[in-house]
C-alpha cells in the first residue's frame, strides 16, 4: 500500500513540474520551474554552494530580472505555501524599480516581522504613515545633536578614535614597536559610541550592554540560517532601549527638559502624536534601526578598508603620501580636507565596489502592480537585488577582479564614476546615512594611517578575499600588524 501512495505522490511532483508549472505567460519575469514545499531552494543551492553567488548565478541564465519561489505564504496564489520573490541584478533594473513609489514597502514576514512585534514600528522596516512621518522626524532630530554635521561628528569620531588607539597602543609594549590584532570588531565599539551619544547622550557603563551584543551579528547565517542568533541580538538590544525608555519617561516626570538626544526628544513627543510616539516598542525598534545601520554596517565596512590596506600596500602607502601632503604636520583632519583627497575618495569607492557589505540592499514589497520592460511584478511581490554581477560585470568594470582605485580618476586626478557605485540604494528609502557613513569612514582611516602602518603579519598568508555570508557581508577573519609611525 505504502508504494502506491509513493508512487501517486511522485507521479504528482512529476506532473506539477511538467505540466502544472508556473506560467509566466502572464508577462511576470521569467525563473526556474519551482517545485511544491521546496519552491526553488534547489536551484539556488545547486547554483553555487557559497550563498553570496547564487542569486546572481541564476541570472546569468534567467537575465537582469527573474523570479523564484521560496518558502512562505503568499496570499491568492494556486500553491499558497509558496512566496514569489523577484530579483534583480542590473543597475538599470534596480535603480528603476526601486525608485517607483510602488515598491516602497517592505518585506514582513518571518523574523522581519517576529523582531518588530508583528507591527508596523520603528523605520527600516515600517510603511505608510508610521514610516512617512517617524523616518524625517528621526533624522531631522538626529541632526540637531550631530548626525550628518561634518563639524560635530569630527568631534564624537576624534574622541571615538582616541579610545580607539589608546587601546591598540596598550598591546604595543614599550619595547615593541608594532602588534598583532583581529581585525573582526575592531571598529564597533568606536563607531557605536559615536551613535549612542546622539541617541542617547551619556557614554556610560550601560553602553557596554548593547556593545556586547554585537558580536552576535557575526554569526547570522552560518548556522541554522541563523534565525536564532539574530533574534538574540534584537531581543538584547529591545532590552537595553526599553530600560534607557523606562528611564527617561521617569525622569522627564520629574523635571522637563530640553531634549539634548533623541532618547529625550523621542519621550517629549509621546503626547504630540500617539500613533508614532505611543510606545516603547516604537522606540525600541527606532533605536535598533539607527544602531544596525550604523554601527554593524560602518564597522563592517571598516574591516573591509582593513582588508585592502594590508593586501595592497602600494595603495595604501598612495593614501599616505596623499595624507602627509593634505596634513603635513599631524594635525587632526577634517571632513573638508576630502576635496584634496581624490585618491582615497577612490579608494572608498572601489571599497564599496569589491566589498558589498549590503549586496542584497534590503527586499522591498510591491503595494501595487508595477511594469518594468515586458514584465508585470505583482501586488504583495517581494523584490530583492543582487549587486554582484553588476560590480563583477567586465561590460561595466572591464577588469572586474582587480582592486584598482584609478578606475574612479580621470587623468586629471579627479573623481569620476562615483554615480556608479550603488551601496546606498535608491529611492526615498534609500540609506539616509550616507552621509554619515562617508564621515566616518574618511575620519577613521585617515586618523588610523596618520599613526600606524599596517601590514600583513610575519608569518600569515594574505587574507581571504572573498565574503562571508551574514546579515550583512563581511571578510573572514584576518589579522592586521599595526607598526607604530
Not at 538626529?142 to 579610545?163: C, P, T, V, Y
Not at 568606536?190 to 556586547?212: A, C, D, E, F, Y
Not at 564621515?439 to 596618520?450: D, K, P, R
Amino acid at each position: 500500500m505504502f508504494a502506491y501512495y509513493a508512487l501517486a505522490v511522485i507521479a504528482f511532483l512529476i506532473i506539477y513540474y511538467l505540466v502544472l508549472k508556473h506560467d509566466h505567460s502572464n508577462k511576470e519575469p521569467p525563473g526556474p520551474k519551482p517545485w511544491p514545499i521546496i519552491g526553488n531552494l534547489l536551484d539556488l543551492a545547486k547554483a553555487s554552494d557559497n550563498m553570496t553567488l547564487s542569486m546572481g548565478t541564476l541570472a546569468e541564465k534567467y537575465g537582469e530580472i527573474y523570479s523564484l519561489k521560496i518558502d512562505g505564504i503568499q496570499k491568492d496564489r494556486w500553491v499558497q505555501f509558496l512566496s514569489f520573490i523577484v530579483i534583480l541584478t542590473s543597475k538599470e533594473a534596480i535603480q528603476t524599480i526601486f525608485t517607483n513609489e510602488a515598491t516602497f514597502a517592505r518585506d514582513f514576514s518571518g523574523m522581519f516581522a517576529d523582531r518588530s512585534f508583528n507591527k508596523n514600528l520603528g523605520i527600516a522596516l515600517s510603511e505608510g504613515e508610521v514610516w512617512e512621518k517617524l523616518r524625517p522626524w528621526a533624522f531631522k532630530t538626529l541632526r540637531e545633536f550631530g548626525f550628518g554635521k561634518s563639524s560635530d561628528m569630527e568631534h564624537f569620531i576624534q574622541d571615538a578614535s582616541q579610545r580607539l588607539f589608546a587601546s591598540i597602543d596598550d598591546k604595543i609594549r614599550t619595547d615593541k614597536k608594532s602588534c598583532d590584532l583581529d581585525v573582526e570588531l575592531l571598529f564597533n565599539d568606536s563607531i557605536l559610541s559615536i551613535m549612542w551619544q546622539m541617541i542617547v547622550g551619556q557614554l556610560s557603563p550601560k553602553t557596554n550592554r548593547i556593545v556586547n551584543a554585537f558580536p552576535f551579528l557575526r554569526f547570522v547565517f552560518p548556522k541554522a540560517l541563523g534565525y536564532d542568533v539574530q533574534m538574540d541580538y534584537f531581543n538584547t538590544s529591545n532590552t537595553v532601549a526599553l530600560n534607557l525608555f523606562k528611564e527617561m519617561q521617569e525622569k522627564w516626570t520629574t523635571s522637563h527638559i530640553t531634549p539634548t538626544n533623541l532618547l529625550e526628544a523621542f519621550v517629549q513627543n509621546c503626547s504630540t502624536d500617539p500613533k508614532i510616539f505611543n510606545s516603547s516598542e516604537n522606540f525600541q525598534l527606532t533605536f535598533q534601526d539607527l544602531h544596525l545601520a550604523s554601527t554593524d554596517t560602518s564597522s563592517t565596512y571598516m574591516e573591509f578598508v582593513m582588508l585592502y590596506l594590508v593586501t595592497y600596500p602600494d595603495v595604501q602607502e598612495k593614501i599616505y603620501r596623499e595624507i602627509l601632503k593634505v596634513a603635513p604636520d599631524g594635525r587632526a583632519f577634517r571632513f573638508s580636507d576630502r576635496k584634496e583627497m581624490p585618491y582615497l575618495q577612490a579608494f572608498f569607492l572601489e571599497t564599496h565596489r569589491k566589498g558589498r557589505v549590503l549586496q542584497n540592499l534590503l527586499p522591498r514589497r510591491a503595494l501595487s502592480d508595477l511594469a518594468y520592460k515586458d514584465y508585470i511584478i505583482k501586488k504583495d511581490t517581494i523584490i530583492m537585488a543582487d549587486t554582484r554581477l553588476y560590480n563583477e560585470s567586465e561590460e561595466n568594470w572591464t577588469d572586474p577582479d582587480a582592486f584598482r582605485p584609478e578606475r574612479f580618476l580621470n587623468e586629471d586626478g579627479q573623481v569620476v564614476n562615483a554615480g556608479n557605485i550603488i551601496s546606498f540604494s535608491f529611492g526615498k528609502r534609500n540609506c539616509p546615512g550616507e552621509l554619515h557613513a562617508n564621515i566616518v569612514a574618511f575620519l577613521l582611516t585617515t586618523s588610523l594611517l596618520q599613526r600606524y602602518k599596517l601590514s600583513v603579519p610575519k608569518g600569515h598568508e594574505k587574507p581571504r578575499l572573498d565574503m562571508r555570508p551574514g546579515l550583512t557581508l563581511k571578510p573572514y577573519p584576518f589579522q592586521a600588524t599595526f607598526a607604530k609611525r
